[in-house]
């Protein structure tokens, strides 16, 4: 079988099984507001109304905090923004941790003291990084999936399969 067999179907289930872990720990009280690391949770697309109360799962970007930095401000749409960051796919059989795409990191560990971090404009991301990094402080390293419907969709892009889920490992 081609590594990429029926990409669209196992790329939907894995983001449906990241939501169902994100509801237990929303029926546990946990949010954005007070996770704390290790704690998942999903953040609505900037693009979409809050006050709507049945979005899809493939709207939402599901994040996990793996070190709170100490910064209080968190960037906005037009600001210039400092990362570092591992894009990956969903895991394979031939790649367990999932297809490296690209990355500013230079070490397996996230070490922000090793790795080269790179200058963006925010606005010029896509928008579920968009999403999830507008809600980051400096010095947090967050996981977040991205579903392909906040990433590049039904569009390629170099080695990224058109529905794929992005996951990046990321440090603001």
């Not at 500013?104 to 579920?128: W, Y």
């Not at 400096?138 to 529905?163: C, E, H, M």
């Amino acid at each position: 079988k081609n590594e990429f067999h029926d990409w669209q179907s196992r790329n939907e289930a894995y983001t449906d099984s990241l939501a169902a872990v994100v509801k237990v720990f929303e029926q546990r009280g946990l949010n954005i507001d007070n996770a704390n690391e290790g704690d998942v949770f999903r953040i609505l697309s900037y693009k979409l109304d809050p006050s709507v109360t049945d979005w899809e799962s493939g709207n939402y970007v599901y994040c996990t905090v793996l070190k709170k930095g100490d910064g209080k401000a968190s960037p906005i749409y037009t600001d210039s923004i400092s990362i570092s960051y591992r894009g990956r796919l969903i895991p394979t059989p031939e790649h367990p941790e999932g297809y490296v795409f690209e990355q500013t990191f230079k070490t397996d560990v996230i070490t922000p003291e090793s790795n080269v971090p790179t200058q963006i404009i925010l606005s010029e991301l896509v928008s579920g990084m968009v999403t999830a990094i507008s809600h980051m402080k400096v010095g947090d390293i967050w996981r977040f999936a991205i579903p392909n419907q906040l990433g590049y969709g039904k569009t390629s892009k170099t080695s990224i399969p058109a529905y794929s889920t992005l996951i990046f490992d990321l440090h603001l």
